[in-house]
């Protein structure tokens, strides 16, 4: 008999475009892993809301990323795609963690506070309980890996953790799930402050490089990305800019870090910005294509939405009534 695969899970906020830390960070591993394991990717729109949205807009952002997930290559015919809200165990299952998950440990989420000071006019519950509904997400499925960038790693500590609180007091009822951070590309950082993760909030357009850019754009953000005054090509972590492009370009070119640094080696900053601006050009034009063809067809959007709403679902609804059943609700 085959060995049952691995089941693999993660999710993305629909908010804004997607950029290349979400793609270096995530998705590309998504997509790489696809055969090796049994996968069920979640658009989290609920998530989302615990900062402001414009409802319209949400909708149609939520469809926009299932189209550019497909774009990259997520294959509905080897994994599950599904929007978060359509499974309201989700919910159900965070309320429940959230009884068990103390404050303490809540309290100390780097990202809450990240996301407080960001957020400063709109500090919600919600914010705060970010982490209970993603442990909801992860433990409703079985889930043994969740591939994820650096920045999730915390989260994924207190869903093992309270998974584990649970287990001890009713017996093993959840697998302890594992995180899955690449070595390389777990942190790509902004092109205008290397001391910073690149992120969808950033004030600054030209810090992120979104998967949607055209050629231009992403020349002129590569053209102004802060490297520093040493004139040295070699991935040297002290040289947080300029790592940052060589990692980039290692990435999506493929090639090993010796080759780099063998073809780099005399050259300069402009001309390294120019070719890692190229490399991302190449690599992003036909996943655009695609996604500008897939943005369109928002009937067989809704189809593999649907279809992938009902197997997790069938997965989830069975979950949540053992876990229900422990705790003593009806
Ligand atoms: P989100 O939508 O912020 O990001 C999606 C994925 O992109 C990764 N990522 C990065 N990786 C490398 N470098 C960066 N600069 C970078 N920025 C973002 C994130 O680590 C993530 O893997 N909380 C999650 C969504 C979520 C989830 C889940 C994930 C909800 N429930 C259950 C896994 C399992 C988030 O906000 O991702």
Redesign the pocket.
């Known amino acids: 008999m085959p060995l049952e695969k691995k089941r693999v899970?993660?999710?993305?906020?629909p908010t804004g475009n997607i950029h290349l830390?979400?793609y270096?960070?995530?998705i590309k591993n998504w997509v790489q892993s696809q055969e090796q394991y049994e996968n069920i990717f979640?658009i989290?729109n609920a998530?989302a809301i615990t900062t402001k949205q414009d409802p319209h807009l949400l909708k149609q952002m939520t469809y926009n990323l299932a189209a550019m997930l497909l774009a990259c290559g997520i294959d509905p015919k080897k994994s599950i795609l599904f929007i978060q809200s359509e499974v309201n165990e989700h919910a159900c299952l965070a309320w429940i963690l959230d009884c068990f998950i103390p404050m303490g440990e809540m309290s100390r989420m780097t990202q809450f506070k990240d996301k407080s000071q960001k957020n400063a006019h709109n500090i919600n519950v919600g914010l705060f309980n970010y982490p209970a509904?993603?442990a909801a997400?992860?433990l409703l499925y079985d889930t043994d890996y969740?591939p994820?960038?650096?920045?999730?790693q915390q989260?994924i500590e207190l869903t093992r953790n309270v998974a584990l609180k649970f287990n001890t007091e009713y017996k093993t009822v959840f697998k302890l799930p594992e995180a899955l951070i690449p070595k390389q590309?777990?942190?790509?950082?902004s092109l205008s402050d290397p001391e910073k993760?690149?992120?969808?909030s950033d004030t600054k357009p030209h810090s992120i490089i979104s998967l949607l850019d055209s050629p231009d754009e992403i020349f002129a953000k590569f053209k102004r990305s802060t490297t520093d005054s040493l004139n040295s090509i070699s991935f040297n972590k002290e040289q947080k800019g300029v790592y940052n492009l060589l990692s980039i370009y290692q990435l999506l070119s493929q090639k090993t870090k010796e080759d780099i640094e063998k073809e780099f080696f005399n050259v300069g900053y402009g001309e390294l910005k120019k070719r890692v601006a190229q490399v991302v050009v190449e690599y992003f034009a036909p996943i655009q294509e695609n996604y500008y063809k897939l943005q369109k067809e928002q009937d067989y959007l809704h189809s593999i939405l649907t279809e992938g709403a009902n197997k997790a679902r069938e997965i989830a609804s069975h979950r949540y009534s053992i876990i229900k059943e422990c705790v003593g609700l009806l």
């Open positions: 899970f993660s999710g993305i906020q830390g979400n270096l960070g995530a979640c989290v998530h509904l993603m997400d992860i969740v994820v960038g650096e920045d999730q989260h590309g777990a942190r790509i950082m993760k690149m992120s969808k």
